[in-house]
Nanobody
């Protein structure tokens, strides 16, 4: 059973930066795709970024291209999301997620494991 714990959320002014981290526990020897998702109040959950087990980018939302960078460290079982040039529209609860296997994309329904989330608030 994989457990995920996010950290690094907070409040920042527009144009600022935040770095989210996700620590994964309970991995067996199995490839895992990992991703970041977000959900703002009254909106559907949105895929932000996904990374293959080997570290290659599997998907990145158009709304964050050029501003967000995702990376993972399999030795430490961590996933990170560097968020720069933040906008008020980035305000949401951000979730780390993982799915077993080699396939990887931003389809939230394919992910079996989810963290509790960390809040990101961007003020104008």
């Amino acid at each position: 059973q994989v457990q995920l714990v996010e950290s690094g959320g907070g409040s920042v002014q527009a144009g600022g930066s935040l770095r989210l981290s996700c620590a994964a526990f309970g991995y067996a020897y199995s490839p895992y795709c990992m991703g970041w998702f977000r959900q703002a109040p009254g909106k559907e959950r949105e895929g932000v970024a996904a990374v293959y087990h080997g570290g290659g980018l599997a998907g990145l939302a158009a709304s964050v291209k050029g501003r967000f960078t995702v990376s993972r460290d399999n030795a430490k079982n961590t996933l990170s999301l560097q968020m720069n040039s933040l906008k008020p529209d980035d305000t949401a609860m951000y979730y780390c997620a993982a799915r077993a296997g080699w396939s990887c994309d931003l389809e939230a329904n394919e992910y079996q494991y989810w963290g509790p989330g960390t809040q990101v608030t961007v003020s104008s």
